[in-house]
């Protein structure tokens, strides 16, 4: 009936003041869809940081949603990964080099595209290599324990079939 109504083919009264009642709430409604997005973006009197310089990426774990809008700005891009199970279903937010993935508003897990020493595209001998003893190959994946941290967190290196490191991840275990 809308579209019957903007293109001008029903008139009358009553059609006109129900035309300005739904224009009317239609601009009451972009009205409030540009102030709940507003403080998504980070605050302007604040230097937005680039998250991958920093420089022990276990930091990020634990961060708040607020703590990351605040400190990098809004993301290059935002989009939703499927787990194997609907609960396992996050929301990631991407900046250049670095993936948040969220779990209600903190970061649970991270993917970086260097740590320290280890950087995507190095070979898997070399990974073994760094990591030592401790690393634990599991062919197509390698896994590291992370330590210092509050959570146990461990690190991902993700092989593709040239052995080479595809991705890298940084998760809480627990979740």
């Not at 009936?1 to 009451?28: D, E, H, W």
């Not at 022990?56 to 400190?71: A, M, Q, V, Y």
């Not at 897990?109 to 898997?124: F, H, L, Y």
Request: net charge neutral.
């Amino acid at each position: 009936m809308y579209t019957f109504l903007a293109a001008g083919l029903l008139r009358g009264p009553r059609v006109n003041l129900l035309n300005s009642i739904i224009l009317s709430r239609l601009q009451k409604l972009n009205i409030l869809l540009f102030a709940a997005c507003f403080p998504l973006f980070a605050d302007d009197t604040q230097a937005v940081q680039n998250p991958q310089t920093e420089k022990n990426p276990l930091n990020f774990i634990g961060r708040t949603l607020k703590e990351i809008i605040t400190s990098y700005g809004a993301p290059d891009s935002v989009y939703a990964v499927r787990g194997r199970e609907t609960w396992q279903d996050d929301v990631v937010f991407e900046y250049k080099g670095v993936d948040f993935y969220l779990y209600k508003d903190h970061v649970w897990q991270v993917g970086i595209n260097k740590t320290a020493a280890i950087s995507v595209g190095d070979p898997k001998a070399a990974v073994l290599l760094v990591l030592g003893e401790s690393a634990e190959d599991r062919g197509s994946y390698i896994l590291n324990n992370a330590a210092g941290t509050t959570w146990v967190l461990q690190w991902r290196y993700n092989i593709n079939s040239n052995g080479k490191v595809s991705s890298i991840y940084l998760y809480r275990t627990d979740y």
